[in-house]
Protein backbone atom coordinates (compact mmCIF):
# COMPACT_ATOMS: atom_id res chain seq x y z
CA UNK A 1 0.00 0.00 0.00
CA UNK A 2 1.70 3.40 -1.36
CA UNK A 3 1.13 5.83 1.87
CA UNK A 4 -0.82 8.95 0.28
CA UNK A 5 0.60 11.83 2.65
CA UNK A 6 3.93 10.82 1.00
CA UNK A 7 2.16 10.86 -2.13
CA UNK A 8 1.04 14.50 -1.36
CA UNK A 9 4.52 15.50 -0.09
CA UNK A 10 6.25 14.41 -3.13
CA UNK A 11 3.69 15.83 -5.19
CA UNK A 12 4.37 19.66 -3.97
CA UNK A 13 7.71 19.33 -4.23
CA UNK A 14 7.35 18.36 -7.93
CA UNK A 15 5.55 21.21 -8.63
CA UNK A 16 8.59 23.18 -7.13
CA UNK A 17 11.58 21.35 -8.56
CA UNK A 18 9.43 21.72 -12.32
CA UNK A 19 8.68 25.46 -12.15
CA UNK A 20 12.58 25.94 -10.61
CA UNK A 21 14.69 23.28 -11.88
CA UNK A 22 15.55 23.43 -15.58
CA UNK A 23 15.75 19.60 -16.45
CA UNK A 24 19.83 18.73 -17.85
CA UNK A 25 18.31 17.31 -20.96
CA UNK A 26 17.04 20.14 -22.11
CA UNK A 27 19.56 22.09 -20.57
CA UNK A 28 22.55 20.63 -22.43
CA UNK A 29 20.09 21.28 -26.02
CA UNK A 30 19.71 24.82 -25.53
CA UNK A 31 23.90 25.33 -24.25
CA UNK A 32 24.29 23.27 -27.36
CA UNK A 33 22.02 25.73 -29.48
CA UNK A 34 23.55 28.77 -28.18
CA UNK A 35 27.14 27.98 -28.91
CA UNK A 36 25.72 27.24 -32.49
CA UNK A 37 23.54 30.13 -32.66
CA UNK A 38 25.64 33.34 -34.58
CA UNK A 39 22.08 35.38 -34.61
CA UNK A 40 23.33 38.52 -32.88
CA UNK A 41 19.15 39.17 -31.13
CA UNK A 42 19.23 35.54 -31.17
CA UNK A 43 22.63 34.98 -28.84
CA UNK A 44 21.51 37.30 -27.14
CA UNK A 45 18.25 35.79 -26.06
CA UNK A 46 19.70 32.15 -25.66
CA UNK A 47 22.42 33.76 -23.13
CA UNK A 48 19.72 35.58 -21.25
CA UNK A 49 17.78 32.20 -20.60
CA UNK A 50 21.16 30.58 -19.70
CA UNK A 51 21.34 33.26 -16.92
CA UNK A 52 17.58 33.08 -15.74
CA UNK A 53 17.96 28.90 -15.27
CA UNK A 54 21.17 30.10 -12.74
CA UNK A 55 19.21 32.84 -11.00
CA UNK A 56 16.28 30.51 -10.53
CA UNK A 57 18.00 27.73 -8.79
CA UNK A 58 19.70 30.59 -6.68
CA UNK A 59 16.97 32.04 -5.77
CA UNK A 60 14.44 28.77 -5.70
CA UNK A 61 11.75 31.33 -7.68
CA UNK A 62 10.36 29.71 -10.40
CA UNK A 63 12.22 30.30 -13.70
CA UNK A 64 8.93 31.86 -15.52
CA UNK A 65 6.36 34.55 -14.50
CA UNK A 66 3.35 32.28 -16.42
CA UNK A 67 3.32 28.61 -14.99
CA UNK A 68 1.42 27.97 -18.26
CA UNK A 69 -1.44 24.65 -17.26
CA UNK A 70 0.09 22.71 -14.48
CA UNK A 71 -0.98 18.66 -15.26
CA UNK A 72 -0.08 15.57 -13.81
CA UNK A 73 0.84 12.15 -15.44
CA UNK A 74 0.57 9.12 -12.77
CA UNK A 75 1.86 5.88 -14.04
CA UNK A 76 0.73 3.07 -12.03
CA UNK A 77 2.60 -0.44 -11.56
CA UNK A 78 0.50 -2.97 -11.68
CA UNK A 79 0.57 -4.24 -8.58
CA UNK A 80 0.72 -0.77 -6.79
CA UNK A 81 -2.33 -0.29 -4.17
CA UNK A 82 -2.73 3.22 -2.99
CA UNK A 83 -3.87 4.19 0.15
CA UNK A 84 -7.30 5.37 -0.27
CA UNK A 85 -7.67 4.68 -3.88
CA UNK A 86 -7.65 6.76 -6.95
CA UNK A 87 -10.39 9.10 -5.34
CA UNK A 88 -7.79 10.21 -2.61
CA UNK A 89 -5.00 10.09 -5.00
CA UNK A 90 -6.72 12.14 -6.96
CA UNK A 91 -7.68 14.73 -3.60
CA UNK A 92 -3.75 14.82 -3.03
CA UNK A 93 -2.63 15.84 -6.61
CA UNK A 94 -4.93 18.83 -6.56
CA UNK A 95 -4.53 19.30 -2.83
CA UNK A 96 -0.41 19.81 -3.82
CA UNK A 97 -0.88 21.75 -7.26
CA UNK A 98 -3.11 24.19 -4.97
CA UNK A 99 -0.32 24.08 -1.74
CA UNK A 100 2.48 25.18 -4.38
CA UNK A 101 0.35 27.63 -6.27
CA UNK A 102 0.74 29.80 -2.65
CA UNK A 103 4.24 28.41 -1.79
CA UNK A 104 6.75 28.43 -4.72
CA UNK A 105 4.24 30.89 -5.72
CA UNK A 106 3.11 29.89 -8.88
CA UNK A 107 0.90 32.05 -10.69
CA UNK A 108 -2.83 31.22 -10.16
CA UNK A 109 -3.50 30.58 -14.09
CA UNK A 110 -6.48 28.64 -14.06
CA UNK A 111 -9.73 30.64 -14.45
CA UNK A 112 -13.38 29.59 -16.01
CA UNK A 113 -13.51 29.98 -19.52
CA UNK A 114 -16.72 32.05 -19.61
CA UNK A 115 -17.08 33.64 -15.96
CA UNK A 116 -13.13 34.10 -15.60
CA UNK A 117 -13.36 32.72 -12.01
CA UNK A 118 -10.18 32.59 -10.81
CA UNK A 119 -9.74 30.84 -7.49
CA UNK A 120 -6.01 31.78 -7.12
CA UNK A 121 -4.80 28.11 -7.00
CA UNK A 122 -4.53 27.00 -10.60
CA UNK A 123 -7.53 24.46 -9.55
CA UNK A 124 -11.10 24.21 -10.70
CA UNK A 125 -12.88 22.52 -13.11
CA UNK A 126 -11.12 19.56 -15.13
CA UNK A 127 -7.62 21.76 -13.81
CA UNK A 128 -5.15 20.45 -13.56
CA UNK A 129 -5.80 17.68 -15.77
CA UNK A 130 -4.58 14.43 -14.25
CA UNK A 131 -4.16 11.33 -17.31
CA UNK A 132 -3.05 7.84 -16.32
CA UNK A 133 -1.05 4.48 -17.68
CA UNK A 134 0.17 1.35 -16.47
CA UNK A 135 2.49 -0.79 -16.46
CA UNK A 136 3.01 -4.66 -15.81
CA UNK A 137 4.52 -5.51 -12.68
CA UNK A 138 5.41 -2.97 -9.97
CA UNK A 139 4.70 -2.06 -6.58
CA UNK A 140 5.52 1.88 -7.64
CA UNK A 141 3.38 4.84 -8.84
CA UNK A 142 5.15 7.30 -10.78
CA UNK A 143 4.08 10.83 -11.07
CA UNK A 144 5.08 13.48 -13.45
CA UNK A 145 4.14 17.47 -13.56
CA UNK A 146 4.46 19.08 -16.63
CA UNK A 147 3.67 22.60 -16.28
CA UNK A 148 3.06 23.34 -20.04
CA UNK A 149 2.29 26.92 -21.71
CA UNK A 150 -1.40 27.30 -22.08
CA UNK A 151 -1.54 29.42 -25.35
CA UNK A 152 0.68 28.92 -28.14
CA UNK A 153 2.28 26.49 -30.88
CA UNK A 154 -0.17 23.85 -30.74
CA UNK A 155 -1.91 23.37 -34.32
CA UNK A 156 -4.01 20.23 -35.55
CA UNK A 157 -4.82 19.15 -38.84
CA UNK A 158 -6.79 15.98 -40.66
CA UNK A 159 -4.47 15.15 -42.66
CA UNK A 160 -5.05 11.80 -45.72
CA UNK A 161 -2.55 8.95 -46.84
CA UNK A 162 -2.55 11.39 -50.14
CA UNK A 163 -0.83 13.82 -48.01
CA UNK A 164 2.13 11.74 -47.53
CA UNK A 165 5.15 13.14 -46.13
CA UNK A 166 5.30 16.40 -48.66
CA UNK A 167 1.98 17.29 -46.65
CA UNK A 168 3.70 17.10 -43.11
CA UNK A 169 6.58 18.60 -43.74
CA UNK A 170 4.09 21.22 -44.75
CA UNK A 171 2.44 21.28 -41.66
CA UNK A 172 4.81 21.08 -39.66
CA UNK A 173 6.85 24.26 -41.20
CA UNK A 174 3.44 25.81 -40.91
CA UNK A 175 2.92 25.43 -37.52
CA UNK A 176 7.00 26.67 -36.74
CA UNK A 177 6.60 29.44 -39.02
CA UNK A 178 2.91 30.40 -37.62
CA UNK A 179 3.88 30.12 -34.29
CA UNK A 180 7.54 30.65 -34.23
CA UNK A 181 6.89 34.67 -35.23
CA UNK A 182 7.85 37.40 -32.40
CA UNK A 183 8.55 34.21 -30.44
CA UNK A 184 4.90 33.37 -29.46
CA UNK A 185 5.86 29.55 -29.28
CA UNK A 186 8.44 30.60 -26.66
CA UNK A 187 11.08 28.48 -28.78
CA UNK A 188 14.00 27.22 -29.21
CA UNK A 189 11.31 24.59 -28.10
CA UNK A 190 10.79 20.18 -27.83
CA UNK A 191 8.77 19.73 -30.71
CA UNK A 192 6.32 16.90 -30.25
CA UNK A 193 4.27 15.70 -33.43
CA UNK A 194 1.18 13.62 -33.07
CA UNK A 195 0.85 11.25 -36.14
CA UNK A 196 -2.58 9.17 -36.51
CA UNK A 197 -5.12 7.82 -33.82
CA UNK A 198 -8.19 9.46 -33.56
CA UNK A 199 -8.38 13.68 -33.44
CA UNK A 200 -8.15 13.61 -29.58
CA UNK A 201 -5.58 10.82 -29.51
CA UNK A 202 -3.55 12.45 -32.21
CA UNK A 203 -3.54 15.49 -29.63
CA UNK A 204 -2.72 13.84 -26.70
CA UNK A 205 -0.14 11.87 -28.63
CA UNK A 206 2.01 15.21 -29.90
CA UNK A 207 1.16 16.95 -26.51
CA UNK A 208 3.18 13.68 -24.78
CA UNK A 209 5.87 13.53 -27.76
CA UNK A 210 6.97 17.28 -26.76
CA UNK A 211 6.29 16.84 -22.91
CA UNK A 212 7.04 13.21 -22.01
CA UNK A 213 10.03 12.67 -24.15
CA UNK A 214 13.98 13.15 -23.46
CA UNK A 215 15.79 15.63 -25.65
CA UNK A 216 17.84 13.12 -27.46
CA UNK A 217 16.01 10.14 -27.64
CA UNK A 218 14.27 8.74 -30.78
CA UNK A 219 11.09 6.78 -31.47
CA UNK A 220 12.44 2.59 -31.92
CA UNK A 221 11.02 2.53 -35.42
CA UNK A 222 14.14 3.54 -37.03
CA UNK A 223 12.06 4.92 -39.81
CA UNK A 224 10.52 7.64 -37.55
CA UNK A 225 13.85 8.26 -35.95
CA UNK A 226 15.80 9.70 -39.04
CA UNK A 227 12.23 11.66 -39.36
CA UNK A 228 13.00 12.96 -36.09
CA UNK A 229 16.14 13.95 -37.03
CA UNK A 230 15.20 15.47 -40.11
CA UNK A 231 12.54 17.31 -38.74
CA UNK A 232 14.91 18.81 -36.50
CA UNK A 233 16.98 20.16 -38.93
CA UNK A 234 14.10 21.47 -41.01
CA UNK A 235 13.02 23.34 -38.27
CA UNK A 236 16.38 24.94 -37.51
CA UNK A 237 16.63 25.75 -41.18
CA UNK A 238 13.95 28.26 -41.30
CA UNK A 239 15.95 30.74 -40.50
CA UNK A 240 14.39 31.77 -37.34
CA UNK A 241 15.48 31.71 -34.10
CA UNK A 242 14.64 32.47 -30.39
CA UNK A 243 12.09 35.11 -30.16
CA UNK A 244 11.37 34.97 -34.07
CA UNK A 245 14.43 36.90 -34.58
CA UNK A 246 16.86 35.59 -37.74
CA UNK A 247 18.59 32.94 -35.84
CA UNK A 248 18.78 29.17 -36.08
CA UNK A 249 17.50 27.97 -32.96
CA UNK A 250 14.06 26.80 -33.59
CA UNK A 251 13.75 23.22 -32.14
CA UNK A 252 15.89 21.93 -29.67
CA UNK A 253 14.44 18.08 -30.89
CA UNK A 254 11.62 17.01 -32.62
CA UNK A 255 9.66 13.86 -31.11
CA UNK A 256 7.41 12.03 -33.18
CA UNK A 257 4.47 9.28 -31.87
CA UNK A 258 1.85 7.29 -33.93
CA UNK A 259 -0.99 5.87 -32.85
CA UNK A 260 -3.32 3.46 -35.22
CA UNK A 261 -5.54 5.54 -37.04
CA UNK A 262 -8.57 5.24 -39.55
CA UNK A 263 -7.88 3.46 -43.20
CA UNK A 264 -8.81 6.81 -44.72
CA UNK A 265 -6.88 9.80 -42.98
CA UNK A 266 -3.60 10.46 -41.16
CA UNK A 267 -4.01 13.36 -38.91
CA UNK A 268 -1.30 15.26 -37.39
CA UNK A 269 -0.65 17.38 -34.41
CA UNK A 270 2.38 19.58 -33.50
CA UNK A 271 3.10 20.90 -29.97
CA UNK A 272 5.64 23.09 -28.86
CA UNK A 273 7.17 22.55 -25.36
CA UNK A 274 8.69 26.11 -24.08
CA UNK A 275 11.69 27.50 -23.04
CA UNK A 276 11.36 26.80 -19.81
CA UNK A 277 10.66 22.85 -20.40
CA UNK A 278 9.02 22.59 -16.88
CA UNK A 279 8.68 18.34 -16.04
CA UNK A 280 9.71 16.86 -12.94
CA UNK A 281 8.94 12.94 -11.91
CA UNK A 282 9.29 11.10 -8.63
CA UNK A 283 8.68 7.47 -8.02
CA UNK A 284 6.93 6.68 -4.79
CA UNK A 285 7.11 2.73 -3.89
CA UNK A 286 5.09 0.92 -1.55
CA UNK A 287 7.55 0.99 1.13
CA UNK A 288 7.84 4.51 1.48
CA UNK A 289 10.95 5.39 -1.44
CA UNK A 290 10.70 8.02 -3.22
CA UNK A 291 12.88 8.58 -6.11
CA UNK A 292 13.05 11.85 -7.85
CA UNK A 293 14.42 12.23 -11.80
CA UNK A 294 13.52 14.13 -14.89
CA UNK A 295 12.86 11.40 -17.84
CA UNK A 296 9.00 10.04 -17.30
CA UNK A 297 10.09 7.13 -18.58
CA UNK A 298 6.54 6.71 -19.97
CA UNK A 299 6.72 5.50 -23.71
CA UNK A 300 7.54 2.41 -22.82
CA UNK A 301 7.10 -0.81 -25.18
CA UNK A 302 4.21 -1.67 -23.16
CA UNK A 303 2.64 2.08 -23.84
CA UNK A 304 3.41 1.52 -27.62
CA UNK A 305 2.15 -2.30 -27.81
CA UNK A 306 0.49 -3.35 -31.06
CA UNK A 307 -0.48 -6.57 -30.12
CA UNK A 308 -3.73 -8.29 -28.83
CA UNK A 309 -2.35 -9.55 -25.54
CA UNK A 310 0.77 -8.38 -23.85
CA UNK B 1 31.57 31.03 -32.54
CA UNK B 2 32.46 34.85 -32.31
CA UNK B 3 29.86 37.20 -31.85
CA UNK B 4 30.76 40.47 -32.04
CA UNK B 5 27.38 43.28 -32.75
CA UNK B 6 26.67 42.56 -29.58
CA UNK B 7 23.04 44.90 -28.79
CA UNK B 8 23.80 48.06 -26.68
CA UNK B 9 22.59 47.37 -22.97
CA UNK B 10 21.00 50.92 -21.10
CA UNK B 11 19.91 51.72 -18.08
CA UNK B 12 16.21 53.76 -18.67
CA UNK B 13 14.29 55.64 -15.87
CA UNK B 14 10.48 54.10 -15.43
CA UNK B 15 9.34 57.81 -16.38
CA UNK B 16 11.60 58.40 -19.14
CA UNK B 17 12.13 61.78 -20.54
CA UNK B 18 11.77 62.38 -24.08
CA UNK B 19 15.41 63.33 -24.78
CA UNK B 20 16.05 59.45 -23.37
CA UNK B 21 13.36 58.11 -25.53
CA UNK B 22 14.49 59.47 -28.87
CA UNK B 23 17.93 57.68 -28.49
CA UNK B 24 17.20 54.09 -28.14
CA UNK B 25 17.14 51.80 -31.01
CA UNK B 26 15.22 48.99 -32.19
CA UNK B 27 17.13 46.17 -30.79
CA UNK B 28 18.84 48.00 -28.03
CA UNK B 29 18.83 46.43 -24.49
CA UNK B 30 17.02 48.31 -21.54
CA UNK B 31 16.71 47.74 -17.89
CA UNK B 32 14.69 49.91 -15.70
CA UNK B 33 14.46 51.91 -12.53
CA UNK B 34 11.64 53.39 -10.90
CA UNK B 35 7.87 52.08 -10.57
CA UNK B 36 6.05 49.72 -12.96
CA UNK B 37 2.36 48.63 -12.61
CA UNK B 38 0.57 45.86 -14.39
CA UNK B 39 -2.39 46.51 -16.31
CA UNK B 40 -3.94 44.21 -18.88
CA UNK B 41 -7.51 43.16 -20.07
CA UNK B 42 -9.26 43.15 -16.94
CA UNK B 43 -7.83 46.95 -15.88
CA UNK B 44 -8.31 47.83 -19.79
CA UNK B 45 -12.18 47.58 -19.60
CA UNK B 46 -12.56 48.64 -15.81
CA UNK B 47 -11.39 52.01 -16.54
CA UNK B 48 -11.82 52.31 -20.32
CA UNK B 49 -15.19 50.56 -20.89
CA UNK B 50 -17.12 50.68 -17.42
CA UNK B 51 -15.00 54.10 -16.46
CA UNK B 52 -14.21 53.48 -13.46
CA UNK B 53 -11.47 55.39 -11.94
CA UNK B 54 -7.99 54.61 -11.82
CA UNK B 55 -6.54 53.53 -8.43
CA UNK B 56 -3.34 55.23 -8.91
CA UNK B 57 -2.35 58.89 -10.01
CA UNK B 58 -0.99 58.30 -13.56
CA UNK B 59 1.14 59.14 -14.99
CA UNK B 60 3.16 60.83 -12.05
CA UNK B 61 3.00 57.66 -10.28
CA UNK B 62 4.31 55.63 -13.56
CA UNK B 63 4.67 55.82 -16.96
CA UNK B 64 5.37 51.91 -17.79
CA UNK B 65 2.94 49.38 -17.76
CA UNK B 66 3.71 46.25 -17.87
CA UNK B 67 1.63 43.69 -19.77
CA UNK B 68 2.16 41.02 -16.90
CA UNK B 69 0.79 38.89 -14.16
CA UNK B 70 3.35 38.17 -11.40
CA UNK B 71 3.85 34.47 -9.79
CA UNK B 72 3.41 35.95 -6.70
CA UNK B 73 1.22 35.57 -3.48
CA UNK B 74 -0.44 37.74 -0.93
CA UNK B 75 -0.14 36.50 2.56
CA UNK B 76 -2.83 37.01 5.13
CA UNK B 77 -1.15 39.79 6.81
CA UNK B 78 -0.88 42.11 3.64
CA UNK B 79 2.47 41.03 3.13
CA UNK B 80 3.80 39.90 -0.73
CA UNK B 81 5.68 36.84 -1.56
CA UNK B 82 6.82 37.50 -5.47
CA UNK B 83 8.63 35.26 -7.00
CA UNK B 84 9.13 34.95 -11.31
CA UNK B 85 7.56 37.38 -13.10
CA UNK B 86 6.82 36.99 -17.11
CA UNK B 87 4.69 39.02 -19.90
CA UNK B 88 1.75 38.21 -21.83
CA UNK B 89 1.02 38.33 -25.09
CA UNK B 90 0.36 42.04 -25.69
CA UNK B 91 -1.37 41.71 -29.26
CA UNK B 92 -4.54 40.72 -27.81
CA UNK B 93 -4.74 44.30 -26.39
CA UNK B 94 -4.64 45.83 -29.07
CA UNK B 95 -8.02 47.90 -29.65
CA UNK B 96 -7.52 49.19 -25.76
CA UNK B 97 -4.12 50.66 -26.35
CA UNK B 98 -4.73 53.77 -27.60
CA UNK B 99 -7.50 55.28 -25.18
CA UNK B 100 -5.19 53.49 -22.58
CA UNK B 101 -2.26 55.76 -23.70
CA UNK B 102 -3.98 58.80 -23.84
CA UNK B 103 -5.87 58.15 -20.52
CA UNK B 104 -2.46 56.57 -18.60
CA UNK B 105 0.08 59.18 -19.91
CA UNK B 106 2.38 56.00 -20.26
CA UNK B 107 5.58 55.93 -22.48
CA UNK B 108 6.91 52.49 -21.78
CA UNK B 109 4.47 49.46 -23.26
CA UNK B 110 6.61 46.47 -21.61
CA UNK B 111 4.87 43.21 -23.07
CA UNK B 112 5.50 39.71 -24.87
CA UNK B 113 5.78 40.21 -28.22
CA UNK B 114 4.88 43.43 -29.02
CA UNK B 115 2.03 44.55 -31.15
CA UNK B 116 2.11 45.48 -34.64
CA UNK B 117 3.86 48.39 -36.56
CA UNK B 118 0.20 49.94 -37.59
CA UNK B 119 -0.81 50.39 -33.53
CA UNK B 120 2.88 51.94 -32.94
CA UNK B 121 1.78 54.90 -35.98
CA UNK B 122 -1.49 55.46 -34.87
CA UNK B 123 -1.16 55.28 -31.17
CA UNK B 124 2.16 55.04 -30.00
CA UNK B 125 4.27 57.52 -32.52
CA UNK B 126 1.33 60.46 -31.29
CA UNK B 127 1.40 59.76 -27.27
CA UNK B 128 5.79 59.63 -27.55
CA UNK B 129 5.39 55.88 -26.48
CA UNK B 130 7.82 53.16 -26.85
CA UNK B 131 7.46 49.14 -26.66
CA UNK B 132 9.85 46.95 -24.80
CA UNK B 133 9.54 43.49 -25.23
CA UNK B 134 10.64 40.81 -22.67
CA UNK B 135 13.13 38.44 -23.81
CA UNK B 136 12.89 35.03 -24.66
CA UNK B 137 9.69 34.58 -22.71
CA UNK B 138 10.19 34.40 -20.05
CA UNK B 139 13.22 35.60 -17.90
CA UNK B 140 10.34 35.39 -15.05
CA UNK B 141 13.45 34.57 -12.10
CA UNK B 142 16.18 37.83 -13.73
CA UNK B 143 13.00 40.13 -13.85
CA UNK B 144 11.90 38.63 -10.46
CA UNK B 145 15.18 39.62 -9.21
CA UNK B 146 14.94 43.54 -10.20
CA UNK B 147 11.52 43.69 -8.08
CA UNK B 148 12.58 45.59 -5.04
CA UNK B 149 9.12 45.91 -3.31
CA UNK B 150 5.45 45.19 -4.06
CA UNK B 151 4.60 48.71 -3.17
CA UNK B 152 0.64 48.14 -3.69
CA UNK B 153 -2.07 45.74 -4.95
CA UNK B 154 -4.80 47.15 -6.67
CA UNK B 155 -8.51 45.91 -7.43
CA UNK B 156 -7.34 42.25 -6.21
CA UNK B 157 -10.77 41.61 -4.69
CA UNK B 158 -12.40 43.09 -8.06
CA UNK B 159 -10.14 41.29 -10.57
CA UNK B 160 -8.16 38.26 -9.13
CA UNK B 161 -4.29 37.72 -8.69
CA UNK B 162 -3.71 37.50 -12.05
CA UNK B 163 -5.26 40.53 -13.21
CA UNK B 164 -5.10 42.85 -10.42
CA UNK B 165 -2.80 46.09 -10.85
CA UNK B 166 0.26 44.81 -9.21
CA UNK B 167 2.58 48.45 -8.47
CA UNK B 168 5.87 47.09 -8.50
CA UNK B 169 8.87 49.33 -7.14
CA UNK B 170 12.41 48.14 -9.76
CA UNK B 171 16.02 48.26 -10.15
CA UNK B 172 18.14 47.23 -12.66
CA UNK B 173 15.08 45.50 -14.26
CA UNK B 174 15.66 43.63 -17.07
CA UNK B 175 16.72 42.75 -19.87
CA UNK B 176 14.01 43.84 -22.27
CA UNK B 177 14.60 45.10 -25.88
CA UNK B 178 13.13 48.22 -27.19
CA UNK B 179 10.84 46.68 -30.20
CA UNK B 180 9.70 50.23 -31.19
CA UNK B 181 11.29 53.54 -31.66
CA UNK B 182 9.52 57.14 -31.30
CA UNK B 183 8.75 56.97 -35.42
CA UNK B 184 6.75 53.60 -35.32
CA UNK B 185 9.62 51.52 -36.64
CA UNK B 186 8.87 47.35 -35.31
CA UNK B 187 12.11 45.21 -34.71
CA UNK B 188 9.75 42.33 -34.93
CA UNK B 189 8.39 43.12 -38.22
CA UNK B 190 12.13 43.73 -39.14
CA UNK B 191 13.38 40.42 -38.53
CA UNK B 192 10.06 38.79 -40.16
CA UNK B 193 10.77 40.51 -43.14
CA UNK B 194 14.69 38.85 -43.61
CA UNK B 195 13.47 35.65 -42.49
CA UNK B 196 10.42 35.80 -44.92
CA UNK B 197 12.72 36.27 -48.11
CA UNK B 198 13.87 32.83 -47.78
CA UNK B 199 11.06 30.85 -47.16
CA UNK B 200 10.35 30.18 -50.27
CA UNK B 201 13.20 27.60 -50.46
CA UNK B 202 12.78 26.02 -46.48
CA UNK B 203 9.15 25.15 -48.27
CA UNK B 204 10.76 23.26 -51.18
CA UNK B 205 9.38 19.30 -51.18
CA UNK B 206 6.50 20.38 -49.06
CA UNK B 207 2.60 20.75 -50.70
CA UNK B 208 -0.60 22.05 -49.02
CA UNK B 209 -3.10 19.72 -47.55
CA UNK B 210 -5.77 17.87 -49.90
CA UNK B 211 -8.31 18.98 -47.61
CA UNK B 212 -8.49 22.79 -47.19
CA UNK B 213 -9.92 24.97 -44.08
CA UNK B 214 -11.59 28.36 -43.80
CA UNK B 215 -8.87 30.57 -43.26
CA UNK B 216 -6.89 29.31 -45.86
CA UNK B 217 -10.03 30.35 -48.07
CA UNK B 218 -12.41 33.51 -47.28
CA UNK B 219 -14.67 32.20 -49.68
CA UNK B 220 -17.33 30.24 -47.66
CA UNK B 221 -19.19 28.46 -51.03
CA UNK B 222 -15.48 26.73 -51.62
CA UNK B 223 -15.24 22.66 -51.28
CA UNK B 224 -12.08 23.18 -50.16
CA UNK B 225 -11.26 20.26 -52.43
Not at chain 1, 184 to 201: F, N, R, Y
Not at chain 1, 216 to 238: H, M, Y
Request: glycine share 10%; hydrophobic share 40%.
Amino acid sequence: MINIEIIQKTAESLMAKAAIEIPDDYLTGLQKAANDEDGDLSSFVLEAMLENYVAAKEDRRAMCGDTGCPRWYVKMGNEAQIDGGPIALEAALRRATANATKSVPLRPNRVHPLWRTDHDNNVGIGAPEIEYGFEPDGNWIDLVTVHKGGLFGTDYRMLFPSDGIEGIKRFYLDSLVAFGKRGLACQPAIIGIGLGGSKDSCMVLGKRAACLRMVGDRNPDPKIAALEDEFKELGNSIGMGAMGFVGKSMVIDCNIEVGYCHTGGMQMSVHAFCLSSRRAVARIYDDGRVEFRTDPAWFTDYQRRETVEW
Amino acid sequence: MVKDNKPRKIRLSANPTAAALADLHIGDIVYLDGTVYTAREGVYKRVLEDGIAMPMDLPADSAANFHCSPAATQHDDGSFDLGAVTATASFRFSKWIGPWLAASGAKLIIGKGGMSAKDYREHFVPHGAIYLTTVGYGTGALLGRGVKQVSNLHWKKELGLAQAMWVLDVENFGPFIVESDLEGNSLFERENARISASLDKVYEGTRPAVLKRFGETDDRSDEMI
